[in-house]
């Protein structure tokens, strides 16, 4: 399966930005959406992000909404979450996914990074 490499993470204050980036670096690429989701310590993995690979359409999760923003380069095989107005709730591990879209549906992720840290203090 595909393989995914993130890097950017790292701690900030709060107010500030990051930068994380995913790039799938072995194919097969048979997927056509990547996404962030992150985990915090004692919570449930969420979908922070994510992106339509063929089109760049994006969804958000409320808790992000305008303060985050996914991208992809041209070859569609590398994309960003730069993270703006940072909070501490954001701290979390950051994990870049792929998977399919079929129809409607937005199917589970089938490959994962290894994750990147991001702490944000108060």
């Known amino acids: ?7 950017g ?3 900030v204050q709060a107010g500030g930005s990051l930068s994380l980036s995913c790039a799938a670096s072995r194919p097969p690429y048979n997927f056509n959406y990547m996404a962030w989701f992150r985990q915090a310590p004692g919570k449930e993995r969420e979908m922070v992000a994510r992106i339509y690979t063929p089109d760049s359409t994006t969804y958000y999760d409320d808790s992000v909404k305008g303060r985050c923003t996914i991208s992809q380069d041209n070859a569609k095989r590398t994309v960003w979450l730069r993270m703006n107005a940072l ?3 954001d701290t979390a591990m950051y994990y870049c996914a792929a998977g399919i879209v079929s129809g409607s549906d937005w199917l589970e992720p089938f490959s994962w990074g290894q994750g990147t840290q991001v702490t944000v203090s108060s």
């Open 9 to 11: 993470g790292g701690s």
């Open 87 to 89: 909070k501490p709730e």
């Open 1 to 7: 399966q595909v393989q995914l490499v993130e890097s």
